[in-house]
T-cell receptor, first 116, second 115 residues
Framework: AQKVTQAQTEISVVEKEDVTLDCVYE???????LFWYKQPPSGELVFLIR??????QNEISGRYSWNFQKSTSSFNFTITASQVVDSAVYFC?????????????FGTGTRLQVFP | KAGVTQTPRYLIKTRGQQVTLSCSPI?????VSWYQQTPGQGLQFLFE???????NKGNFPGRFSGRQFSNSRSEMNVSTLELGDSALYLC??????????????FGPGTRLTVL
């Protein structure tokens, strides 16, 4: 069965702190994609990153970095030097490539609050 | 390039009524997916359409239906509304190519409130 678990419901930090959002996934497929989306209060889901199952290279984009580890089925997201504008709900998601569908399976989300 | 648009953005209905939500995908995209977001259940997949055909369906009752038109625009319909249908309904579009990853772009959503 496919499943995405985000154990952290809510995280509060003070500006400039580093914060890591955890994501653990389950799938039987050998080919799959993992995603992170940001949902600000406006409601629209904003795409942050996609990783395919064959690429375990970590990625850094500005203050954002992602750590993909197949051995632990985890795809964690770190924000360095957090800012108030990072406050949002963050979703991790999984898509199984062999199912001929773009269906996304989402985790329950982590609400991040960054205080000034 | 215009993004995914959804209309209406807000809707208030009463129990027992029916509702139709509309989604216009990004130009050139042939696949449209719908998701329901509620505080209790989170983001759940409703259905996916590609070239006017339903390609996948989530675990929702038959009161939830959808369709896609030849111009790729999609509508979803909920009949006999229940209080629990109150949610943010998100639409996502993609190129929809088979055997290939298709990045999905989300619209701003329609917030439905059932009284």
């Amino acid at each position: 069965a496919q499943k995405v678990t985000q154990a952290q419901t809510e995280i509060s930090v003070v500006e400039k702190e580093d914060v890591t959002l955890d994501c653990v996934y389950e799938t039987r497929d050998t080919t799959y994609y993992l995603f992170w989306y940001k949902q600000p209060p406006s409601g629209e889901l904003v795409f942050l990153i996609r990783r395919n199952s064959f690429d375990e290279q970590n990625e850094i984009s500005g203050r954002y970095s992602w750590n993909f580890q197949k051995s632990t089925s985890s795809f964690n997201f770190t924000i360095t030097a957090s800012q108030v504008v990072d406050s949002a709900v963050y979703f991790c998601a999984l898509s199984e490539a062999t199912q001929n569908t773009d269906k996304l399976i989402f985790g329950t989300g982590t609400r991040l609050q960054v205080f000034p | 390039k215009a993004g995914v648009t959804q209309t209406p953005r807000y809707l208030i209905k009463t129990r027992g009524q029916q509702v139709t939500l509309s989604c216009s995908p990004i130009s050139g995209h042939r696949s449209v997916s719908w998701y329901q977001q509620t505080p209790g259940q989170g983001l759940q997949f409703l259905f996916e359409y590609f070239s006017e055909t339903q390609r996948n369906k989530g675990n929702f009752p038959g009161r939830f239906s959808g369709r896609q038109f030849s111009n790729s625009r999609s509508e979803m319909n909920v009949s006999t509304l229940e209080l629990g249908d109150s949610a943010l309904y998100l639409c996502a579009s993609s190129f929809g190519r088979q055997s290939s990853y298709n990045e999905q772009f989300f619209g701003p959503g329609t917030r439905l409130t059932v009284l």
